[in-house]
């Protein structure tokens, strides 16, 4: 059961903002140097309002106890969201000017981990089924707008992506991130709603208890 677990904490680290953001900039720095700034425009707008709506469903459970009790939806799987948006991006360009058929194995790919990503989130009783299916469809929304906006034309620098998936074998385990983004966002929380203690999933449980 141990050798189980740790298998699912490092597909789940797969999805940490502490490994997916400098494979992010790789990812943009590749598409930058490739004359791909529509894409990357496209790309960064649809992230950060996938992002912003993911931290704002966080903020207002963990602050104020606003979620989704019948679906035991408490915020967005911010993990999911994240291995689906940049994952499957990272393994498409990779092969730059290859094949069609090479550079759709790639995204098939990512998209594969990101959907891995999700169940490890579930499985580590870190989210519900609800949640993570909300990050996987909003990850796919993401990927699709900077898939459609990419130019067919040879890459340059395809090695910056590699260094991208060396990132991915070097930073995947199962230590604590560099980057407390959950931390971080119960200390907003608790900051902007003026409580001592953030609300828990547990919640759901005592509101639906008789009094």
């Not at 969201?81 to 194995?105: C, D, E, H, M």
Request: include cysteine; aromatic fraction near 10%.
């Amino acid at each position: 059961m141990q050798t189980t677990g740790a298998y699912w904490q490092l597909i789940t680290q797969l999805g940490s903002s502490s490994l997916l953001f400098p494979v992010l900039a790789i990812s943009v720095a590749t598409l930058w140097i490739s004359n791909q700034k529509a894409a990357i425009y496209l790309w960064l707008t649809a992230l950060t309002l996938a992002v912003t709506v993911t931290l704002t469903t966080k903020l207002l459970f963990l602050g104020w106890g606003i979620g989704i009790a019948s679906l035991d939806f408490t915020g967005v799987s911010g993990h999911t969201l994240l291995a689906t948006s940049i994952l499957p991006i990272l393994f498409f360009s990779v092969g730059g000017g290859a094949q069609t058929k090479l550079r759709n194995i790639g995204l098939w790919f990512g998209l594969l981990l990101g959907f891995a990503v999700g169940v490890s989130r579930i499985v580590l009783g870190m989210h519900s089924i609800s949640e993570v299916v909300a990050g996987w469809a909003l990850g796919l929304v993401v990927c699709s707008v900077a898939i459609f906006a990419i130019k067919s034309h040879r890459q340059g620098l395809v090695y910056l992506q590699i260094l991208a998936l060396c990132l991915l074998l070097t930073f995947c385990s199962t230590v604590p991130n560099y980057i407390p983004a959950h931390d971080m966002s119960i200390k907003l929380a608790l900051y902007l709603s003026g409580h001592n203690q953030p609300f828990t999933r547990a919640y759901f449980i005592k509101a639906k208890t008789p009094s």
